[in-house]
């Protein structure tokens, strides 16, 4: 059973434009959550982090969103570029304990020109 | 400052064989974690070293282990190989054990079991 979910395994947008990525998760444990981003041949780099405590967190393009009751957040990239194309992948950990964070499938994004 | 990094790149072993992989974490870094990533999955942890030891441990069987030496630098051992144990396989290195979120990730060592 999957505790954190992306359930576009792709998506395609024009360059300029906004990307929105989802990710869903069941654990009402989890209390931090993250994205990497990963390009081919490369391993994932961190690119932005929300604690449960927030709703929002800003850095430059992006911005993630956490609705705590919905268990839902969402990754918007705005605008959108080409170098942005790479997969990216939703993990979320619980607070306390040991780190052991639980990754979701990934969605492949594509910024066409 | 260097990054993480993992040896081999690839390789190719048969089942039933044992295999080592080996992962450098970035410069001042005294934790690292390993990750295996099966084709369209995201990364799943194996298991965390924080100062040479064990420090959390994901669903695995005890034919995965791992060490980590005194230079932080580590690595993942898998006998008696299955097919289902090809994957990528990401070694990540952090500061402080479970005091640390973010997470440096090296490119990784694809293994494929024939």
């Known amino acids: 059973d999957q505790q954190v979910k992306q359930n576009s395994p792709s998506l395609s947008v024009q360059e300029g434009r906004i990307s929105i990525l989802n990710c869903d998760y069941t654990n009402s444990m989890f209390d931090y959550f993250l994205w990497y981003k990963k390009y081919p041949a490369e391993g994932p780099t961190f690119l932005i982090s929300i604690s449960s405590i927030k709703d929002k967190n800003e850095d430059g393009r992006f911005t993630v969103f956490l609705n705590k009751s919905a268990k839902h957040l969402s990754l918007h990239i705005v605008p959108s570029q080409p170098g942005d194309s790479a997969v990216y992948f939703c993990a979320a950990q619980p607070s306390g304990g040991s780190y052991i964070p639980t990754f979701g499938r990934g969605t492949s994004l594509i910024v066409h020109p | 400052e260097t990054g993480v990094t993992q040896s081999p790149t690839h390789l190719i072993k048969t089942r039933g064989q044992q295999v080592t992989l080996r992962c450098s974490s970035q410069?001042?870094?005294?934790?690292v974690s390993w990750y295996q990533q099966a084709l369209g999955q995201g990364p799943q942890f194996i298991f965390q070293y924080y100062r040479e030891e064990e420090n959390g441990r994901g669903n695995f069987p005890p034919r995965f282990s791992g060490l980590q030496f005194p230079n932080y630098s580590s690595e993942l051992n898998v006998n008696a190989l299955e097919l289902d144990d090809s994957a990528l396989y990401l070694c990540?290195?952090?500061?402080?054990?479970?005091?640390?979120?973010?997470?440096?990730f090296g490119p990784g060592t694809r293994l494929t079991v024939t």
């Open positions: 990540a290195s952090s500061l402080d054990g479970t005091r640390s979120i973010e997470q440096y």
């Open positions: 410069s001042g870094h005294n934790t």
